[in-house]
């Protein structure tokens, strides 16, 4: 593995001074989709090795845009019916609603929350996620909230390997505009060229500075996470599942706008269709989720039916407390297939082929970034007997270690690109007496 060397700016820094810097990361690091805990995870980790040679001792953490602290329990949860509940609104309606929920949350909780969190801070980055999108305004109001505390403090502000799409309300279009044309802001790079053009599109238009490209802090999970020995029992496939509530809600690709209960029948019927076309290709399946509690109530109704019409070695893993227990999971297996990014790019990092199911543009980005392209399909087309021969193929040709290889390098000297442009951006640090 090829570790970039981070670069060496200068500080201003005067002799004799303590280097250690304080970096926040802003992000939904302690959210259920413990895909957003990986990245954040990541990132974490990375920037502050990469920090080791710019300022030794430099700590980093993050702040949960949603007030989070620590990991979500296991435990059933009001999500799924809050989304319910809101997709049965009227579109101007359910803005309104969330909107005045969102201003009070923000007003009341996030506020205090983040301006706690900043004290003593040096710099902030958002990142990583796809946080540049617009929920019925969820992301535009805490992105503006805490962007705004950064600015009060004066801090340098980055933003790294977000997500955007162009789905953004105009509320949402000038809240975004105004947080970062007045954050400090050294640094910005987002995940993939879609992003670059939305930013560019509606961001640069408002006096934000142009975004470079860099690479998704996920693809670093085989560095910063350990690999568990392989299982003896013949090869494992990780069937990563997703409730069809969660793709209606946040698809922008060919799930959106689908008809609830038709599309909710075709998915059960296709992952009992795919547990079955996995073991008919050889694999012992695990049905998995990324911990979104959507998708475990939707699991733990439908997984019991799947084994039993499987008639193979087929079971359901238990729910994962953190992402360390995720990629340990997917690192042990030797196919993954998933709806969900983050399961894709962790399995990607650790060289497992992946097969990903088409429901979000973000997801198409990966995929061609890797160079895995032909190896994301939509669920209407990809029947059983096609899951099997894809899922031989994809085992029998593997990944290209090479390319594997220069994508992680390449991710951490954008790291450590954004990191000399944070260490340029701080204020100098004073000497001691």
């Known amino acids: 593995m090829i570790a970039a060397e981070a670069p060496s700016p200068s500080t201003g820094t005067k002799p004799g001074a303590n280097l250690a810097r304080r970096i926040a990361l802003l992000n939904v690091k302690y959210s259920p989709n413990l895909g957003d805990g990986l990245l954040s995870e990541c990132l974490e980790a ?95 109001m805490k992105i503006s909230g805490a962007l705004g505390q950064a600015a009060r403090l004066r801090l340098p502000v980055a933003v790294y390997g977000v997500g955007a799409n162009r789905q953004w309300s105009e509320a949402g279009r000038r809240l975004f505009g105004r947080a970062l044309g007045a954050a400090k802001l050294a640094y910005a790079a987002v995940r993939d060229a879609r992003s670059q053009a939305a930013w560019r599109d509606l961001l640069v238009p408002q006096g934000v500075r142009a975004a470079a490209l860099s690479g998704d802090p ?53 992952y009992a269709a795919a547990a079955q076309a996995l073991v008919a290709a050889g694999f012992r399946v695990a049905l998995f989720t990324n911990g979104s509690p959507e998708d475990r109530d939707y699991l733990d109704a439908m997984g019991p039916s799947w084994i039993l019409a499987a ?12 992402p360390a227990e995720m990629v340990g999971f997917i690192a042990g297996c030797q196919l993954i297939v ?25 997801l198409d980005s990966f995929f061609a970034l890797a160079g895995r392209g032909q190896f994301i399909a939509d669920t209407a087309t990809l029947d059983g007997p096609a899951l099997t021969a894809l899922a031989r193929r994809v085992l029998a040709e593997g990944v290209d ?33």
């Open 46 to 140: 990375e920037l502050a090795r990469t920090f080791q040679t710019i300022a030794p001792g430099t700590q980093v953490f993050s702040i949960d845009l949603a007030g989070r602290r620590a990991y979500p329990p296991i435990a059933p949860s009001r999500r799924a019916a809050l989304i319910m509940v809101l997709e049965a609104l009227p579109a101007s309606l359910r803005q309104m609603v969330t909107r005045l929920a969102l201003s009070a949350l923000v007003r009341l909780r996030l506020a205090r929350h983040v301006r706690t969190q900043l004290a003593g801070c040096d710099a902030v980055v958002l990142g990583g996620g796809n946080l540049l999108t617009d929920a019925d305004l969820n992301f535009p």
């Open 218 to 270: 996920g693809l670093l999970a085989s560095c910063h996470f350990p690999r568990p020995p392989l299982p003896f029992d013949g090869p494992l496939a990780g069937l990563c599942i997703t409730a069809p509530m969660a793709l209606r809600y946040h698809a922008t690709g060919p799930e959106a706008g689908g008809a609830a209960a038709e599309a909710c029948a075709a998915l059960d019927a296709w």
């Open 311 to 322: 008639k193979g070695p087929v079971t359901m893993t238990n729910p994962f407390a953190d």
């Open 338 to 362: 998933a709806h969900r990014m983050h399961a894709c790019i962790a399995a990607h990092s650790f060289a497992i082929p992946t097969i990903g199911l088409r429901w979000d543009v973000k």
């Open 401 to 433: 270690r090479a390319a594997l290889e220069a994508l992680i390098a390449g991710t951490r000297a954008d790291i450590a690109h954004m990191a000399a442009a944070l260490a340029r951006a701080m204020q100098p640090v004073k000497a001691a007496a």
